[in-house]
Nanobody
């Protein structure tokens, strides 16, 4: 069964850190770019970060630039999102998704075919 599984979410205080993982099962991540998205209650799902299949390109939403870092370990079939200096406004369900190629801007959800089920990140004191 082809699926992406996110983990690493949780409750953290403002200023804290979390590392999210996105593990692929049933297929290899090697040929795919990966995007991280998030959706807060009452808001649309938005792009957070992107990494190309060969690590050449990474992109970040302005709201997380300088605080989040995306990386991948193809040997472990895993993509990570290191989140530092977390803020309450980072609270959301975080999703990873795979794209065989970009047909539009990296944050356009139509690029992505497989999606994980999401992991909750809550930033609160």
């Amino acid at each position: 069964q082809v699926q992406l599984v996110e983990s690493g979410g949780g409750l953290v205080q403002p200023g804290g850190s979390l590392r999210l993982s996105c593990v692929a099962s049933g297929f290899s991540l090697d040929p795919y770019a990966i995007g991280w998205f998030r959706q807060a209650p009452g808001k649309e799902r938005e792009g957070v970060s992107y990494i190309s299949r060969n690590n050449e390109n990474t992109y970040y939403a302005n709201s997380v630039k300088g605080r989040f870092t995306i990386s991948r370990d193809n040997a472990k079939n895993t993509v990570y999102l290191q989140m530092n200096s977390l803020k309450p406004e980072d609270t959301a369900v975080y999703y990873c998704a795979s794209a065989s190629r970009l047909w539009a801007s990296w944050y356009n959800r139509q690029n992505y075919n497989y999606w994980g089920q999401g992991t909750q990140v809550t930033v609160s004191s």
